[in-house]
């Protein structure tokens, strides 16, 4: 089945087109700047050539308009009818307590979808538009939801509930939701296939410009890092992750902050970019490290205490570990955090091998954990994408 996945943003569609029954991706892209000047769209073929075209795009309708004419495209196309594309699967960030898995797109789904706007406001209202420009463009083909809240679904109570009242987790749906969940869902059922092991204990590290930590037991999240927004957790680009909660009524005093520009502050502000000095981007705060910058060096040092810190209450919360995954941008290619992350911590069974943890670059999943090792430690690219194609076929399929 071509199922055609989309990612959409307030200003921007991610696309990939993926043959399910090869696990092919046959095109990708990216339209920017939606209703803004410049607008353009970033094409590449399954064989790697890059196509660029600037056309006015005033929004999400037109954006998919235009991804349908590139992939129907004589010369850098795939496609030669837009009823080639069997089935749409869209990335959705937040599906608040409302979703707990992947769901056909109907009528009562949208407007269910909307009451998620007050849990991750920009991004839903992207994702509705990106589900309009799809029912616009290609009213006839089956849409699905998979969503990044889902995998953490299965958390306990005593996991995702917060120390506050109880009444405001009945009247807000207050609560840990988390984030990465197709991520970290790919990579733990990647690893649980390399272990040979259906009951195995993994703790995937999602390290990204946004990063999050999750315990996975059995193919089950138990636990994960992130919170009711994606704030907590460990340090990230510009978030702060997780402070004491005192901090935010201070700041406001100290520094005549409203409640929107804290909330803009921890967000954007802080993290790498906040710590460093330097820039928000990993690869320039690890070049200040590597130059001497002090402050650089403790960005990154932040984040690695922090994420060991995850591994073993991750490992005390499901009653032992038997792997460690790193994926996403800085987990997969930056060797200085995977190592510092998991110093330490040969009480646990890791040991490292130096030589295998700097392979450079791979998109195959690489084992750096010596031969020896109790613990069995991973790097995974993930593919979000691949999960999102796959759910989706599977809904369409059944109908």
């Not at 959409?8 to 892209?29: C, F, M, N, P």
């Not at 607008?39 to 991804?67: C, F």
């Not at 509705?128 to 998979?146: A, N």
């Not at 005390?316 to 996403?328: E, N, P, S, W, Y």
């Given at each position: 089945?071509?199922?055609?996945?989309?990612?959409?943003?307030?200003?921007?569609?991610?696309?990939?087109?993926?043959?399910?029954?090869?696990?092919?991706?046959?095109?990708?892209?990216?339209?920017?700047?939606?209703?803004?000047?410049?607008?353009?769209?970033?094409?590449?073929?399954?064989?790697?050539?890059?196509?660029?075209?600037?056309?006015?795009?005033?929004?999400?309708?037109?954006?998919?308009?235009?991804?349908?004419?590139?992939?129907?495209?004589?010369?850098?196309?795939?496609?030669?009818?837009v009823s080639e594309v069997e089935a749409i699967g869209h990335r959705v960030v937040h599906g608040g307590p409302y979703f707990t898995g992947s769901v056909l797109v109907t009528n009562e789904v949208v407007e269910t979808l909307?009451?998620?706007?007050?849990?991750?406001?920009?991004?839903?209202?992207?994702?509705?538009?990106?589900?309009?420009?799809?029912?616009?463009?290609?009213?006839?083909?089956?849409?699905?939801?998979?969503?990044?809240?889902?995998?953490?679904?299965?958390?306990?109570?005593?996991?995702?509930?917060?120390?506050?009242?109880?009444?405001?987790?009945?009247?807000?749906?207050?609560?840990?939701?988390?984030?990465?969940?197709?991520?970290?869902?790919?990579?733990?059922?990647?690893?649980?296939?390399?272990?040979?092991?259906?009951?195995?204990?993994?703790?995937?590290?999602?390290?990204?410009?946004?990063?999050?930590?999750?315990?996975?037991?059995?193919?089950?999240?138990?636990?994960?890092?992130?919170?009711?927004?994606?704030?907590?957790?460990?340090?990230?680009?510009?978030?702060?992750?997780?402070?004491?909660?005192?901090?935010?009524?201070?700041?406001?005093?100290?520094?005549?902050?409203?409640?929107?520009?804290?909330?803009?502050?921890?967000?954007?502000?802080?993290?790498?970019?906040?710590?460093?000095?330097?820039?928000?981007?990993?690869?320039?705060?690890?070049?200040?490290?590597?130059?001497?910058?002090?402050?650089?060096?403790?960005?990154?040092?932040?984040?690695?205490?922090?994420?060991?810190?995850?591994?073993?209450?991750?490992?005390?919360?499901?009653?032992?570990?038997?792997?460690?995954?790193?994926?996403?941008?800085?987990?997969?290619?930056?060797?200085?955090?995977?190592?510092?992350?998991?110093?330490?911590?040969?009480?646990?069974?890791?040991?490292?091998?130096?030589?295998?943890?700097?392979?450079?670059?791979?998109?195959?999943?690489?084992?750096?954990?010596?031969?020896?090792?109790?613990?069995?430690?991973?790097?995974?690219?993930?593919?979000?994408?691949?999960?999102?194609?796959?759910?989706?076929?599977?809904?369409?399929?059944?109908?």
């Open positions: 089945m071509n199922v055609l996945v989309v990612n959409a943003g307030s200003s921007s569609l991610k696309y990939q087109l993926i043959d399910t029954a090869t696990e092919h991706v046959l095109a990708k892209g990216n339209c920017e700047r939606i209703g803004d000047h410049g607008s353009r769209i970033l094409h590449k073929t399954q064989s790697g050539v890059s196509y660029t075209k600037e056309t006015p795009l005033s929004n999400h309708a037109d954006a998919i308009r235009l991804v349908v004419d590139v992939l129907l495209d004589a010369e850098v196309g795939c496609l030669h009818s909307k009451e998620c706007t007050a849990y991750a406001p920009l991004h839903t209202k992207a994702h509705l538009m990106g589900i309009e420009g799809c029912r616009t463009v290609m009213p006839d083909v089956p849409e699905v939801l998979v969503f990044d809240t889902a995998f953490h679904q299965t958390m306990e109570k005593e996991a995702y509930m917060y120390g506050l009242s109880y009444d405001v987790y009945e009247e807000y749906g207050v609560r840990r939701y988390g984030a990465h969940g197709t991520s970290h869902r790919y990579v733990s059922a990647e690893c649980a296939r390399l272990l040979g092991r259906t009951d195995a204990r993994i703790v995937t590290c999602h390290i990204g410009n946004g990063s999050s930590v999750s315990a996975v037991k059995g193919g089950v999240c138990v636990d994960t890092s992130m919170g009711f927004t994606p704030l907590e957790g460990v340090l990230m680009g510009t978030r702060c992750g997780t402070i004491d909660p005192a901090i935010v009524p201070f700041l406001m005093e100290k520094r005549g902050y409203t409640p929107q520009e804290v909330d803009t502050y921890l967000n954007k502000s802080c993290g790498f970019l906040g710590i460093s000095g330097v820039g928000s981007d990993s690869r320039d705060v690890e070049r200040a490290m590597n130059e001497g910058n002090e402050r650089a060096k403790l960005a990154f040092d932040m984040l690695c205490y922090q994420i060991r810190k995850y591994i073993g209450s991750y490992a005390a919360a499901m009653g032992g570990l038997d792997a460690v995954v790193f994926t996403a941008g800085i987990g997969e290619h930056t060797p200085y955090i995977r190592k510092q992350a998991l110093k330490d911590l040969s009480f646990l069974g890791i040991e490292l091998d130096d030589a295998r943890n700097t392979f450079g670059h791979s998109n195959e999943a690489v084992k750096l954990s010596t031969d020896t090792s109790r613990v069995a430690v991973y790097m995974i690219p993930t593919n979000e994408e691949l999960v999102i194609a796959r759910d989706t076929a599977a809904i369409v399929a059944s109908l």
